[in-house]
Each structure stands twice: as C-alpha cells, then as structure tokens.
C-alpha cells in the first residue's frame, strides 16, 4: 500500500535563473524548501534583492 506522501522533486538552478523566476513571479518563496543552511541564507539575499528591484520598479511606474 502506498503513502500519501506529497511527491517532492529536488533541483538545482543558478542564482540568475532563480532571481528570474521570482521577478516573474513565477515561483514563490514559500514554495521553496532548502537543504541547507547555506542555501537557506543564499536564498533569504536573493528575496531580499528581488524585493529591492521590485520597490524601486513600482516607485518609477508611480512617478514618486
């Protein structure tokens, strides 16, 4: 009899790759899960610049 475990798939991807996906909005970071601590933090700076890039996208639109 089989589990009903939630199918996970494991990759890898460059940080460039990653950073496109999130501006797309695409992906979102909540449906990441990261396998080390290293990851964990590579990804918090990645969502910290792409929240960055996003804030000052909408202040240009907006004319402030």
Do not use: F, W
Request: include cysteine; charged fraction near 35%; aromatic fraction near 2%.
């Amino acid at each position: 009899m089989r589990r009903n475990k939630p199918e996970r798939l494991q990759l890898s991807m460059s940080k460039e790759q990653l950073k496109h996906l999130l501006l797309e909005k695409r992906v979102v970071a909540s449906d990441i899960r990261c396998c080390d601590y290293c990851s964990q933090c590579e990804l918090k700076e990645l969502i910290l610049e792409c929240a960055r890039i996003s804030c000052s996208g909408e202040t240009r639109d907006t004319g402030g």
